[in-house]
């Protein structure tokens, strides 16, 4: 369960334009929270599911950014230091990427952890579809 306390990373990505998903949960707040920035040829991706375990990723075109196929980043500890990291991850093009690899099991959303869910799309210009 995400705590109140665990939110200010997470508002964070909001504030900076990623949608964010919040799956499962009840009242007290959602089982895991995972947030995505739509860029053109590119997604990044950051799945929470508490204060010691988180993921983040750069999705290269898929169906679904929560099941990539190939990745070109990846991270994974710690919340803070994993959104820390995704932050500061350059914009596509502006550096050269890591050869493409298959995403490592793990990365990623089982679908049977996605139910229920809640979606808060972009309150700003949409950069998708990819």
Known sequence: MIAIDQTFWLERLRELGWTQYR????????????????WRTCADVVIVKDARTATAY????????????????????????VLREALTWPEPGTVRESNPMTAPPGCGLPLD????????PLNRDDRGPW
């Open 113 to 120: 952890l996605r139910r229920p869910v809640t979606i808060r």
């Open 23 to 38: 799956f499962g949960g009840d009242d007290a707040g959602p089982e895991l929270v995972a947030h995505a920035f739509f």
């Open 58 to 81: 750069r999705a290269l075109p898929c169906r679904d950014v929560f099941q990539p196929v190939h990745i070109t980043r990846m991270t994974a500890g710690p919340m803070n230091r």
